[in-house]
């Protein structure tokens, strides 16, 4: 039993105290059993305050230490670290959460706050008279890292870690890299194009040696943990020999017969159910579309690298740490939301610049040449009624610009722009003030008052109660109704319920702290990248791609990883060897050892993930968790119920 | 006899110039896979703007609380070096992976290593100037530590204010002041930088329209920002003219932002929220206060932020879609605001008790005089030019130098220490490619 | 044995560290109210809850316990759901056996958003519980 106890009682500036009296909590437990000195403080967390913790500890010999703060999620590691510099085993700590659980929870009753802090600090003061020093266990880490997405996250953070030296996995769902980027035509800033990043991404991709490179490849389970990830990966045939004959190939295409909606183009033209996207998406290297393909042979009568022999392959791999890069999905609009599918020239942001880009000398759409553009904001996101309460980022800037290629490469455009408020943050800025200088029209509409399309001959009318003109009521008669759609999380984002990767209340992928650890997951050893965790344009994506290959390539560099030494064991007395523990657990963890009167239980440590799973089954309560023991429990509850 | 002045030797991986938030995330990034780096800090204390932050958008944590543990683990680690008070004079690509720093370090006047930060000195010494760290709201002593939280927390004395009447020496217990330390010049051998030198805030002196300096009840966000801050000045919100407790305030969106006029044209991507997230703070620390935010376009774009602002709209925050004409000062200390509503389209005037000007991130041009040799091009707004913005954003005109955080242009603080993570991603395979 | 005359009931939550607790705390974040007798004691996953430790809250005087469970987004795999349920179970038939209405134990899936629907549990709970008090 520990029995000279440093507690320390944080303000956290006021967060606490504005609402605990964090004075009375100190006088309540500096009298408990075993509380050597119990203090408050201005910031628990701050560089003082943490010098005069390891100087208490290392004066007075504390043998445990409890600090009441903020949730255990921010600073359980710190004050660990601050217990170990004052030389006594870090496991010798134990965090009280009064901050998300008690002032901020109870910020509308002061005295029940104050109540609940204190019974809280004697709680963990409980605990941490049982608290007992423990080595972390050791463990080997794979210098790999799975790369899961192709696009321009997932190709940057592959380079990146191949550079630093790990082997990497780069696993994409689709046929070609380079995500949704290799779908765009011009882009802000640079005005290079979509195709030209992803060229000069591929290059740099494939000219690292240490980078496979998986396409129609999906990750289809997962049995590991962080420094040893052993993935299935499902890898679907192109059907098509590795080295083919571009003119022959034409001719396969040509005959064809299965004409399909070619998502590359968002649907706005088809394609075969032989085909490739030359000369924006990698490899360079056609694919059958097998779903689609109805196997009529006539492409394998004209070309001999048409192979329909090639199986589904199932690859095993093991790598130290997944990164994840999926990317987003373009938001699509319910039918008759704005018109869309009940008149024929409304389509999306993403049709339109494919349209940009697909024609020629004049922007034509279903044959008709397309002057005046109405585009209308916010569709999918910043929703009243729908779920989708976030803005998209990126889609302000992203139309703004469409709009102004559009002017630029064809003649006659007048451009029409519907919005909720323009956001084109920081230098995007100036964008938004060239386009006016061009002469696009901004028009802004009420929160609660949207535009409305209707139809009036071939053409579609968008109405607005405009704000910018005194609430007048403007009309534009548009060839084209352009969608400014936002970003959604993926579709089929199963990959993410694959890793049990938590979700946020925009649905998608969640960081543990934004600030603090903005690229990691609750999920140990897996990282997450670009627009999967949230809408971001393209230098957004490199950046958080860059420090997610940072962070996974920290799991995997030293080639050892230190684990939590918070694993069951067994009470050789009590235990009678039932196999319920052994049954219990997911991990394979436990096995029977012989002993000399009898079998018993035994845990294999690096297994052990220190569920608890295998506690409750036990007849004998015979296993106990680390740090987690009857006695922590009970006693805990004991204090916390006086 | 004269002291000869004598240039230092030394040699790091990486030079990190600049010790707010981005430098140091890319420090800690850098020194945890093993690199040994040396942060330069113009300042007395690490940790930037943000340390001096209240709660940060949009979550309302504390920003104390995520900026001291990192300011404290870049201090103790042992592959960090900290120069605070300290300026790089000039930078000389020698050739790739070496780079050669001529760093200035001025005296504290105080032996850092032995002040215990007991703050005597501060109660004996006489002379009392304006605080810059709470931004001239209150006033602080020639002997002074900059703040509580500072880090390191340890005393120096302004020599320009002081009187050297000896009274912080005599009250000293480790008796570590000492006025003979002189200026020392450091040439230091890195193989990679890393510019991190953060932005400036706009100087709304140079509005004349807003009468900020004229009329005393006129602050700005920061002055704002450090009344609402943990270690504020006052135990509450005071308007500075009569020391009142406010209860009609004003926000003015896009104060030196989005202004052609004033030479700066774009938008400063924070001041949208800071203001949102302030005017949550007020609503809760004096109830009864009416806060009105004066905006163009509320700019509520990442994670989160939508939410947000959503949030306050639903606390009672007034918004109104308005440009500010002209401020004016009433007999009563109160400001009269003219400005056109244009959700109405109508000019209309308002009175409000305190204005807070919303002032936005203005390129910090110290990084202009780093290099004299080599080129460190700088983009049309003065900040440093991204050579590479969609694939490299961290990479600048000069090969092994790169930019992290608001250096490059205004973001926020998830997005400075994103580019934080990709300027010392970059640079690690800089050093290991060029090894 | 149970807490009564209070005006709310002392209950705890047995939470779990990944995916339950940052529901807990973004609720505290979020400030959405909820009674402060309400005390959560964090494991690493809800499957490791022993019935004794449930037990023994009631002997001390709480008046409900609450597992908030993983559900299907515990790290630990899938039988997660199914190995609490039975400890529900199994703990529900010792509670009858000492005469403690199995209504005071009540479990549910938490998952780490899931800060709104934690508070109207305990809200309702809180509620019943107060109200198998007077009756």
């Known amino acids: ?642 | 006899m004269i002291m000869q002045e004598q240039i230092k030797d030394a040699s790091y991986d990486v030079l990190v110039i600049g010790g707010g938030i981005a430098g140091g995330e890319a420090a800690l990034n850098l020194a945890n896979n093993g690199f040994k780096v040396l942060i330069v800090e113009k300042d007395l204390s690490i940790g930037g703007k943000m340390i001096l932050l209240s709660k940060v958008f949009p979550t309302l944590d504390c920003s104390a609380c995520i900026t001291t543990p990192k300011v404290s683990e870049i201090s103790r680690h042992p592959a960090i070096t900290i120069f605070t008070g300290s300026e790089v004079k000039k930078i000389v690509k020698i050739a790739e992976n070496s780079f050669e720093a001529d760093v200035l370090r001025y005296p504290r006047y105080v032996i850092a290593e032995e002040c215990t930060g007991c703050q005597l000195c501060e109660q004996a010494c006489p002379v009392i100037v304006k605080d810059e760290y709470q931004f001239n709201l209150v006033g602080r002593k020639a002997a002074f530590i900059p703040f509580t939280i500072a880090s390191p927390k340890v005393a120096a004395i302004d020599i320009e204010n002081c009187t050297l009447c000896g009274a912080c020496e005599k009250v000293c217990p480790p008796k570590c002041i000492d006025f003979t330390q002189e200026k020392e010049e450091y040439r230091i051998k890195v193989k990679s930088v890393i510019i991190a030198t953060g932005f400036k805030l706009f100087d709304p002196l140079l509005m004349p329209r807003y009468g900020f300096g004229l009329y005393k009840n006129i602050i700005t966000s920061m002055q704002m920002e450090r009344q609402l801050a943990p270690t504020r000045p006052f135990n509450t919100i005071l308007r500075p003219g009569d020391g009142k407790v406010p209860c009609k305030v004003a926000y003015v969106l896009c104060t030196g932002s989005r202004d052609a006029t004033i030479g700066n044209p774009v938008c400063s991507q924070i001041c949208c929220m800071y203001s949102i997230k302030q005017a949550q703070l007020l609503m809760g620390a004096l109830p009864m206060a009416d806060v009105t935010i004066y905006y163009l376009n509320i700019r509520s774009f990442g994670k989160g932020f939508e939410e947000f602002y959503e949030q306050a709209k639903g606390m009672g925050v007034n918004f109104i879609k308005g440009k500010i004409g002209k401020i004016s000062e009433l007999e009563n200390g109160n400001l009269k605001l003219r400005y056109e509503d244009i959700n109405e389209n109508k000019v209309k005037e308002s009175e409000h008790d305190i204005v807070v000007l919303s002032v936005g991130v203005i390129a910090n041009l110290d990084t202009a005089t780093f290099f004299s040799e080599q080129q460190l091009k700088l983009d049309s707004f003065n900040f440093i030019n991204q050579t590479d913005p969609l694939a490299s954003p961290a990479r600048t005109s000069i090969n092994g130098v790169f930019v992290a955080g608001t250096a490059s242009g205004p973001m926020d603080i998830p997005d400075s220490i994103l580019s934080a993570g990709s300027a010392s991603s970059e640079a690690m395979c800089y050093l290991i490619q060029k090894k | 044995m149970v807490d009564t005359g209070k005006k709310n009931a002392r209950i705890l939550v047995f939470s779990t560290e990944k995916i339950s607790d940052p529901a807990i705390d973004m609720a505290g974040l979020l400030k959405l109210h909820y009674p402060p007798t309400i005390y959560a004691i964090s494991i690493p996953c809800s499957s490791g809850v022993k019935p004794k430790w449930i037990l023994h809250a009631f002997e001390k005087g709480f008046a409900g316990v609450f597992i908030a469970a993983d559900g299907s987004d515990c790290p630990y795999g899938e039988s997660c759901t199914e190995k609490t349920g039975k400890i529900v179970s199994t703990t529900h038939e010792l509670m009858k056996q000492k005469n403690i209405e199995p209504a005071r134990l009540r479990m549910a899936a938490i998952c780490s958003v899931c800060s709104e629907s934690f508070v109207k549990q305990m809200k309702s709970f809180n509620e019943n519980l107060l109200k198998m008090q007077g009756a």
Not at chain 1, 157 to 175: H, K, P
Request: glycine share 8%; aromatic share 8%.
């Open chain 1, 1 to 642: 039993m520990n029995n000279k106890l440093g507690v320390y009682i944080c303000h956290c500036g006021g967060n606490i105290s504005d609402y605990i009296d964090v004075e009375k909590v100190r006088q309540s437990v500096e009298n408990e059993e075993g509380v050597f000195l119990a203090k408050t403080t201005m910031f628990a967390c701050g560089d003082s305050n943490q010098k005069e913790m390891v100087e208490d500890i290392k004066n007075n010999h504390l043998d445990g230490v409890v600090v009441a703060s903020c949730s255990p999620k921010l600073h359980l590691l710190t004050f660990r670290a601050v217990t170990e510099r004052g030389e006594l085993n870090k496991y010798n700590y134990v965090h009280a959460n009064i901050r998300e659980q008690a002032s901020w929870a109870h910020s509308d009753d002061k005295a029940g706050a104050t109540e609940k802090a204190i019974h809280i600090v004697k709680a963990a003061i409980a605990k941490v008279r049982f608290a007992e020093s423990l080595v972390p266990i050791k463990i080997s880490s794979i210098k790999s890292v799975a790369v899961i997405g192709g696009g321009v996250a997932g190709m940057k953070a592959a380079i990146e870690l191949s550079d630093l030296g790990c082997q990497v996995y780069l696993i994409e769902r689709e046929y070609f890299v380079g995500g949704r980027v290799s779908q765009w035509d011009s882009l802000f800033t640079t005005n290079e194009t979509g195709k030209e990043l992803v060229t000069r991404l591929y290059n740099d991709l494939v000219k690292q040696k240490n980078i496979t490179v998986y396409t129609g490849a999906e990750v289809i389970s997962n049995s590991g943990n962080i420094g040893d990830f052993k993935l299935k990966i499902k890898i679907t045939p192109r059907y098509i020999k590795a080295k083919c004959n571009q003119g022959e190939l034409q001719n396969a295409i040509d005959v064809c017969p299965v004409e399909v909606p070619d998502d590359f183009n968002f649907n706005i033209t088809g394609r075969k159910a032989i085909y490739h996207n030359f000369p924006s998406e990698y490899p360079q290297s056609p694919v059958i579309d097998i779903k689609n393909c109805t196997r009529c042979g006539a492409c394998e009568k004209i070309c001999e690298n048409v192979d329909f022999t090639q199986k589904e392959e199932i690859m095993d791999i093991n790598v130290g740490s997944v990164l994840m890069a999926t990317g987003f999905d373009p938001y699509t609009p319910a039918d008759g939301e704005f018109g869309y599918n009940s008149f024929d020239n409304v389509i999306t942001l993403p049709q339109f610049k494919r349209i940009i880009d697909l024609s020629n000398e004049k922007l034509t759409f279903k044959g008709r040449e397309i002057k005046n553009i109405a585009y209308i904001y916010c569709v999918g996101s910043r929703q009243v009624e729908g779920e989708n309460k976030y803005c998209s980022r990126y889609c302000c800037t992203s139309a703004i610009h469409a709009a102004i290629i559009a002017k630029k490469k064809f003649l006659n455009i007048y451009n029409f722009h519907f919005t909720r408020g323009i956001r084109t943050y920081g230098k995007q800025e100036v964008l938004y003030d060239e386009s006016s200088r061009m002469g696009d029209i901004y028009l802004q509409s009420y929160e609660n008052d949207p535009p409305v399309v209707t139809g009036r001959n071939d053409k579609a009318v968008v109405r607005i109660n405009d704000i910018l003109t005194g609430k007048r009521e403007m009309e534009v008669e548009a060839d084209l109704v352009v969608l400014v759609t936002g970003m959604v999380p993926r579709k089929d984002n199963s990959v993410g319920s694959l890793f049990k990767l938590p979700k946020g209340r925009d649905r998608f992928f969640n960081e543990i702290h934004m600030k603090l650890r903005p690229v990691e997951t609750v999920i140990d050893g897996i990282t997450i990248s670009g627009a999967c965790q949230g809408p971001k344009n393209i230098m957004e994506t490199a950046n958080s791609a860059l420090s997610a290959a940072a962070k996974s390539y920290s799991y995997v560099s030293k080639g050892e990883l230190e684990l939590e030494p918070i694993i069951a064991r067994i009470d050789k007395d009590l235990c009678t060897w039932c196999n319920a523990c052994a049954q219990a657990c997911p991990f394979n963890a436990i096995e029977m050892e012989e002993g000399k009167t009898k079998n018993v239980a035994s845990i294999n440590n690096s297994a052990c993930k220190g569920c608890g799973m295998c506690l409750p089954v036990c007849p004998t309560d015979a296993i106990n968790l680390i740090a987690y023991s009857n006695n922590e429990i009970e006693s805990m509850i004991d204090a916390l119920a006086g």
